[in-house]
């Protein structure tokens, strides 16, 4: 098996990630950068999520495992006093995969420029860099509101615990195929009116933004900032891909909501 470490960088995650490395070059398992079966990663879920998108070319044939240097993450699950009981079970255990949903997002532009495509594993926000964000929200190709406001959050359903939550948006279980719509402060007046609620899409239904002005956009995809100039549309929906995650032991969604949420 061959597998990666990355690390957060901080002192801490830095030791444990060199510790991992040697313990599984000590089961002969082979380090390989470019083409890991699986891929360690020692930090929280930012780090994952820098890992999931190093290696989004390969989803089909890399797993991710997380070991936490902070608190408790939804992806990160095993704890730095346990890294030897988890390198054990790389070196000899087959683990199980577990699959979650991924947002597609294909950003198309005005003009002769190549529309670009993205993969989200928590979310994709859109904002306008000039006052209120002003666009038509297509599902299945047709009209459902024109939004105004300061932006728009698309999330997977593991991601629905991050930023989604803190706009009022649902918590999903990640066995469901379906991405998030929440908005970020509407404008909601005699004149003005959206859902003001957020909708949950599934695996077959299309949501298209199409600006309603010529303004440019940031466009933030997981931990990635973009700016966006001459947006014709933008895309989302379920993508085709999943994550993999190596599972060696029972991960709980509910369990880890708890712990995150509710538990002191």
């Known amino acids: 098996m061959k597998f990666m470490v990355t690390s957060r960088g901080d002192k801490t995650s830095n030791a444990i990630a060199q510790k991992v490395k040697t313990y599984l070059h000590e089961f002969a398992l082979t380090y390989d950068r470019e083409h890991p079966d699986v891929v360690i990663s020692v930090g929280g879920d930012g780090t994952l999520l820098e890992a999931f998108h190093k290696y989004a070319h ?3 044939d890399t797993a991710f495992v997380g070991v936490h240097t902070g608190h408790l993450g939804f992806y990160a699950d095993w704890q730095p006093d346990e890294v030897e009981k988890l390198v054990i079970h790389i070196a000899k255990t087959p683990f199980k995969v577990v699959e979650y949903p991924l947002l597609e997002v294909i950003v198309r532009h005005n003009g ?28 299945k190709g047709e009209l459902f509101e024109t939004f105004r406001g300061d ?15 803190a706009l009022g948006g649902a918590i999903l279980h990640p ?17 003005y009116r959206t859902i003001g609620s957020p909708l949950v899409l599934p695996q077959h239904h299309t949501c298209l933004l199409k600006p309603k002005n010529d303004v440019d956009f940031q466009v933030t995809i997981d ?42």
């Open 58 to 60: 390969r989803l089909e």
């Open 112 to 139: 002769e420029r190549k529309s670009e495509r993205f993969l989200a594993l928590n979310e994709c926000s859109v904002k306008s860099t000039e006052g209120s964000l002003v666009m038509d929200i297509e599902i």
């Open 151 to 165: 932006g728009l959050c698309l999330s997977t359903p593991s991601g629905s615990t991050a930023y989604n939550k």
């Open 175 to 191: 066995s469901l195929a379906s991405i998030q719509l929440a908005e970020m402060a509407s404008i909601n007046n005699r004149v």
């Open 223 to 264: 931990h990635l900032t973009l700016l966006q100039q001459d947006v014709k549309s933008i895309q989302c929906r379920v993508a085709e891909q999943k994550v993999r995650f190596a599972r060696f032991r029972p991960f709980p969604f509910w369990k880890r909501v708890k712990e995150s949420f509710i538990n002191e």
